[in-house]
């Protein structure tokens, strides 16, 4: 299918899908979304004609080397969009080149009260106080037991995990180490999530002696999976705010060096108000084009302070091809994409993985 013709697609889906999904609750819009990926994922033969109807001859994609894991391209989707790993098999076919799932819990838990999400088009924002909901890490386990295990799928999937709303700060890391025993072994990666807004005393976790705890304990977990035979350690990369400060990125960097975390992914959602968003009263973490400076802010400081060592999966406001080129000049190594996805539609991770390979080529 040529240039052309992906974006006439483009257009009908600005022109038509899109105004059609947003007369929808955004959460109703959300799960028809998952439920149509987990029909392609389903299908195989279906999501291998689409991908080759999306491919364009003569114009290959770059592959990316992170924390040992091999990625067909440097874009991914991120967590959040598909937190029971439902639907993640079918995003090969729409370009992307890893899956982040989750944020999961080791208890199941509905979320906060609805309404949670709210679109804010002329910003090209979103605003969610999700609460992780999800059916828990024993659910998510059983459901990829049925499926390709790393080194068998087309493209690298990550685990996001993150604490139980059930569970207080004191034995947090307990809960992330019941997660992480439960589904390290369907992982390429495993994201802690210690930075989502959402969750109360959540992003206390990033901070001081409790980021320490959590990421030695998980350190010891995985040294120890890593003896059993059959089985190797597992990249843990740190998921963190934006709105940390310099100080507190410092911190966290410091506590990844000493306990040999494999990268950070910047940033979650912000509760930040710029611009527009002063007079916005509803809660939760704003993502979309408001947060693209802040995080490819900290992305580039983050690489400057490691010298480039600490591979970065850069997150925040990629609603263009320039942002997502930016997030890499800015010194990341992969980026992921959720609200661009919502405004621009599903051919949108094909067209960044593309112009990011295209601008690669020497």
């Not at 930040?272 to 408001?290: C, D, I, K, W, Y």
Request: with cysteine.
């Amino acid at each position: 299918m040529g240039m052309l013709h992906l974006r006439t697609m483009g257009f009908y889906y600005e022109r038509w899908v899109r105004p059609a999904l947003f007369r929808l609750d955004p959460e109703k819009a959300h799960e028809w979304a998952v439920g149509s990926l987990a029909v392609l994922g389903a299908v195989p033969a279906l999501g291998r004609a689409l991908g080759a109807c999306l491919s364009q001859p003569g114009r290959a994609l770059r592959p990316v080397e992170a924390f040992g894991v091999s990625f067909p391209n440097a874009v991914g989707l991120a967590a959040g969009f598909d937190k029971d790993g439902r639907a993640w098999p079918g995003a090969a076919a729409l370009g992307f080149g890893h899956v982040e799932i989750g944020t999961v819990t080791a208890l199941g838990q509905p979320g906060n009260p609805r309404p949670r999400v709210f679109r804010y088009p002329s910003e090209e924002a979103v605003i969610n106080r999700m609460g992780f909901n999800n059916a828990g890490a024993a659910a998510l386990a059983s459901r990829l037991a049925g499926q390709p295990l790393p080194g068998r799928r087309r493209i690298p999937l990550g685990i996001n995990i993150g604490k139980s709303r059930a569970v207080d700060l004191e034995r947090a890391t307990g809960d992330y180490l019941d997660s992480f025993g439960l589904l390290a072994d369907f992982a390429d990666y495993v994201a802690l999530n210690v930075s989502s807004p959402n969750t109360p005393g959540l992003r206390d976790l990033q901070g001081g002696e409790r980021l320490r705890e959590l990421l030695g304990a998980i350190a010891a977990a995985n040294r120890a999976r890593a003896a059993r035979p059959g089985r190797g350690r597992v990249p843990v990369l740190v998921k963190i705010a934006p709105d940390l400060s310099f100080r507190g990125i410092d911190a966290v960097l410091g506590a990844a060096a000493d306990f040999g975390v494999d990268g950070i992914i910047a940033t979650n959602t912000t509760l930040a108000r710029p611009g527009f968003f002063r007079g916005v009263a509803e809660a939760g973490g704003l993502s979309g084009a408001p947060l693209r400076a802040r995080s490819t802010e900290i992305i580039r400081y983050i690489a400057r302070s490691t010298g480039g060592r600490l591979p970065i999966i850069g997150v925040g406001g990629i609603c263009d091809l320039q942002g997502a080129g930016e997030k890499l000049d800015a010194g990341a190594t992969l980026v992921q994409l959720y609200t661009g996805l919502i405004y621009r539609g599903p051919l949108f991770a094909r067209d960044v993985a593309r112009a990011l390979a295209d601008r690669q080529r020497p």
